[in-house]
């Protein structure tokens, strides 16, 4: 994981604080060993002592989610220097994440990297008074594959769709962009020896799904959520298969998209000949 996202992701996070009273919002995200990224942003209170900081709000809505093993926390907020965790949430994230990274950053794209053992010298952790091993419920139950799992876009769909039900009935023939991230670019070396790819989507805009549903194409006839294409579904993944009609740098003419624009790209991959 780039720090460069890590930061985004913050600097998204910050968007949703509650800061009524402070009016300085702060955003934090949080890099799980596994990958996944879990962010929080400062919650306040008219009683101020109730306050919750975003890096608390973070580390606590990961521990929650299951995660336990932590590499990096990103932290943006504007101001310069940069904004460096409270003493409470150095106290917090040591327990809860240990030995991480703290990267914190605003929106000048100013940045200070340091560890949480040199922004916490000498911690009080609870090897001090306690030798109960901190249980790891999830895991050891086996549920592990119950934690979310969370992706980072590689690029996005453009065209003139802004809204999917305007996409038009003859997609196939539809012409969109595929605008890939300037630091994904080189894994699109030689795509362009390929006729057809498939896109990996995130349909961002898909309601609120039920189990059974009408399948497009199949009039009246009933079906489960897994036995059609339809948006809305537990995890609202597309996969789409399109003509690949040029490739200038980072961005692909595709022919046969029914994807709105600002569809958020998740991986490209080649097409199977015979399946
Ligand atoms: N705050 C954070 O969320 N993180 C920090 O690292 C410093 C401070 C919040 C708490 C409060 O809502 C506001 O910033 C002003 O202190």
Request: include cysteine; charge should be neutral.
């Amino acid at each position: 994981m780039l720090t460069e996202n890590l930061l985004a992701a913050a600097r998204a996070a910050r968007i949703r604080a509650y800061a009524p009273y402070s009016r300085f919002p702060v955003g934090a995200a949080l890099l799980t060993d596994e990958g996944a990224v879990v962010t929080g942003a400062n919650i306040e209170n008219a009683s101020p002592g109730m306050t919750v900081c975003a890096e608390r709000a973070a580390v606590m809505s990961a521990v929650h989610a299951g995660y336990r093993r932590f590499k990096k926390i990103a932290i943006v907020a504007d101001c310069s220097p940069p904004p460096a965790p409270c003493g409470a949430c150095r106290q917090v994230l040591w327990e809860l994440a240990g030995h991480i990274e703290i990267i914190m950053g605003n929106l000048e794209d100013e940045r200070i990297i340091k560890s949480l053992p040199e922004l916490l010298p000498q911690p009080f952790g609870a090897d001090r008074w306690s030798d109960n091993p901190v249980s790891d419920a999830l895991f050891e139950a086996e549920e592990g594959w119950r934690l979310p799992v969370s992706f980072h876009p590689v690029g996005y769909v453009a065209n003139d769709f802004n809204d999917p039900d305007q996409i038009p009935k003859n997609y196939k023939d539809l012409l969109s962009r595929i605008v890939i991230a300037p630091e994904f670019e080189e894994g699109l070396y030689r795509i362009e020896e390929e006729e057809r790819i498939n896109i990996i989507s995130y349909l961002h805009r898909a309601g609120s799904y039920t189990l059974k549903g009408k399948r497009p194409g199949r009039g009246n006839q009933v079906y489960g959520v897994f036995v059609c294409r339809a948006p809305s579904r537990p995890n609202a993944i597309a996969q789409t298969t399109v003509d690949l009609v040029e490739r200038k740098k980072n961005i692909l003419t595709v022919r046969g998209a029914d994807l709105a624009h600002g569809t958020p790209v998740l991986d490209l991959k080649t097409v199977m000949p015979d399946r």
